[in-house]
């Protein structure tokens, strides 16, 4: 008997042991991806999604062969994902992307150059599924802090175009794409989805909106210090008329700088009675300290390109900044969508070989000093051809050792392939080495598990028509 209740004892600290050690085991791998046998690439509904005959890239000799390993690999149903329409509302094609979607916080989307019709159709379209089936409320663009702010408080008083040109500043999207986007976030019946934006270039550039942000700062100020509140309007109006002439900001800069620094100091030594006084406009005084701590972050990053030494350390530092404040504060329960530049959401640009960089924080590295990386899901978007912006055109990749000439390989359009789940092993190699990869209508060397969590490859692109 004794020695039945030993085998026993026995039996039970193995099984612990065995269950510790898989526990262990698991916590070291990536997270599950559905089995073969849920096969969430199958299609159940195909309206509005096409056919792999419609989806076939034809042969194009001019670009070189790849390992056909790599080919392999991709080619894998388990290693891709076949993306079936850029427009459809049917997002049956989309299902595998759920669990690498699930529990992130923010998403980022990129572009290896702004504008092109496919990027942002794709991009619109991810939108809405994240909106509607993991619920990311908050879109944030490559935009104005202040004037994304100033028309999601007045969104519905708006048109959908008034909306886009008030509010994304670059007229790069002003196009019937990114229109549709702001139509969709009108209309929407359900839960709401939210516009925001990170970029410190702001009304600088915006002028339509300088009076709006001259008028925010004074509101604020006017009810402790009615003197200083129109000074600060005016200095406000001054900054935004002079600001884009170099002759002005190398003569001012230090004034400039000295201007925003006092209302930074005044509004942070005055923040409870502020907070009392406008109880009924949540986070006024909070927005109005960021904001202007984002344009004096603009200062330095214009003045370097006056100096005819652009630095990308000032802007995107105060991007990740912004996008910090739209996570913990404006937005602190919701899930964020990013809408940028390839350059920007990339965790690690220094390992770009282009000079223009010259090893210098973006923003996606920025975001790494705030948040967990696991809690962040990174996308860029490449193109094998096309228009790219200002007539510009992506040049067909010459090297084997490209991103595009590997996607290719596949003769798959619309491709969409995740790097951050999948462990190195053979076939998928070049996700860990330096290769190819285009920025702008250029190509440069890029370790794309360094960078992505993802990306997502298109066939072609073409110029999107633009609504002004």
């Known amino acids: 008997m004794n020695d039945l209740k030993q085998c026993f004892k026995y039996l039970f600290?193995?099984?612990?042991?065995?269950?510790?050690?898989?526990?262990?085991?698991?916590?070291?791998?990536?997270?599950?991806?559905?089995?073969?046998?849920?096969?969430?690439?199958?299609?159940?509904?195909w309206q509005g999604l096409e056919h792999d005959s419609v989806l076939y890239i034809n042969e194009i000799p001019e670009i070189p062969?790849?390992?056909q390993h790599?080919?392999?690999?991709?080619?894998?149903?388990?290693?891709?994902?076949?993306?079936?329409?850029?427009?459809?509302?049917?997002?049956?094609?989309l299902k595998c992307l759920d669990?690498?979607?699930?529990?992130?916080?923010?998403?980022?989307?990129g572009e290896s150059g702004h504008g092109p019709k496919e990027y942002n159709l794709m991009k619109v379209r991810l939108i809405k599924y994240l909106h509607e089936v993991h619920g990311f409320n908050v879109i944030a663009f490559e935009s104005g802090f202040f004037e994304t702010y100033h028309v999601n408080a007045h969104f519905m008083e708006l048109s959908s175009y008034d909306a886009l040109k008030k509010g994304i500043i670059h007229s790069?999207?002003?196009?019937?794409?990114?229109?549709?986007?702001?139509?969709y976030m009108k209309y929407f019946t359900g839960h709401k989805l939210q516009?925001?934006?990170?970029?410190?270039?702001?009304?600088?550039?915006?002028?339509?909106?300088?009076?709006?942000?001259?008028?925010?700062?004074?509101?604020?100020?006017?009810?402790?210090?009615?003197?200083?509140?129109?000074?600060?309007?005016?200095?406000?109006?001054?900054?935004?008329?002079?600001?884009?002439?170099?002759?002005?900001?190398?003569?001012?800069?230090?004034?400039?700088?000295?201007?925003?620094t006092n209302l930074i100091a005044f509004i942070e030594s005055n923040m409870d009675t502020l907070n009392a006084i406008f109880s009924d406009v949540p986070l006024y005084p909070q927005i109005a300290l960021q904001f202007a701590k984002s344009n004096l972050a603009n200062l330095d990053n214009h003045y370097g390109y006056c100096l005819g030494n652009y630095k990308y350390n000032p802007r995107d530092s105060a991007m990740a900044a912004n996008i910090r404040f739209l996570k913990e504060v404006m937005f602190p329960d919701e899930k964020i969508?990013?809408?940028?530049?390839?350059?920007?959401?990339?965790?690690?640009l220094d390992n770009y070989s282009t000079?223009?960089?010259?090893?210098?924080?973006?923003?996606?590295?920025?975001?790494?000093?705030?948040?967990?990386?696991?809690?962040?899901?990174?996308?860029?978007?490449?193109a094998l051809r096309g228009w790219l912006y200002a007539d510009d055109s992506l040049r067909i990749p010459e090297s084997s050792n490209s991103l595009e000439a590997i996607c290719y390989s596949t003769h798959k359009k619309n491709l969409f392939f995740d790097i951050e789940n999948h462990l190195p092993e053979t076939g998928n190699e070049w996700m860990d080495q330096k290769i190819r990869a285009s920025h702008w209508s250029e190509y440069d060397k890029i370790n794309l598990r360094k960078e992505y969590d993802a990306i997502i490859f298109l066939e072609s692109l073409t110029k999107p028509f633009y609504i002004d």
Not at 19 to 29: D, F, P, T
Not at 172 to 183: I, K, M, P, S
Not at 213 to 223: E, T
């Open 13 to 45: 600290l193995v099984a612990i042991i065995f269950i510790g050690l898989s526990s262990c085991h698991k916590e070291n791998l990536p997270r599950v991806i559905r089995t073969d046998e849920e096969n969430c690439w199958d299609i159940h509904s």
């Open 65 to 67: 062969a790849v390992d």
């Open 70 to 93: 790599y080919t392999n690999w991709l080619n894998n149903k388990e290693n891709h994902i076949q993306i079936r329409s850029l427009m459809s509302t049917n997002f049956e094609d």
């Open 99 to 109: 669990d690498y979607i699930e529990g992130k916080k923010i998403v980022q989307l």
């Open 172 to 183: 790069v999207w002003h196009t019937e794409e990114v229109l549709d986007l702001l139509h």
């Open 195 to 260: 516009l925001a934006g990170f970029d410190c270039q702001g009304g600088m550039i915006n002028t339509k909106m300088a009076y709006e942000r001259a008028l925010f700062l004074n509101n604020l100020v006017h009810k402790m210090d009615a003197s200083y509140a129109a000074h600060v309007f005016t200095t406000e109006m001054v900054i935004c008329r002079d600001y884009l002439n170099c002759d002005s900001l190398l003569t001012n800069i230090d004034e400039w700088k000295a201007e925003y």
């Open 337 to 348: 969508i990013v809408w940028a530049h390839n350059a920007h959401i990339a965790y690690n």
């Open 355 to 382: 000079a223009e960089w010259n090893g210098e924080r973006m923003m996606g590295n920025w975001l790494l000093d705030y948040f967990d990386r696991k809690d962040l899901y990174t996308i860029g978007l490449y």
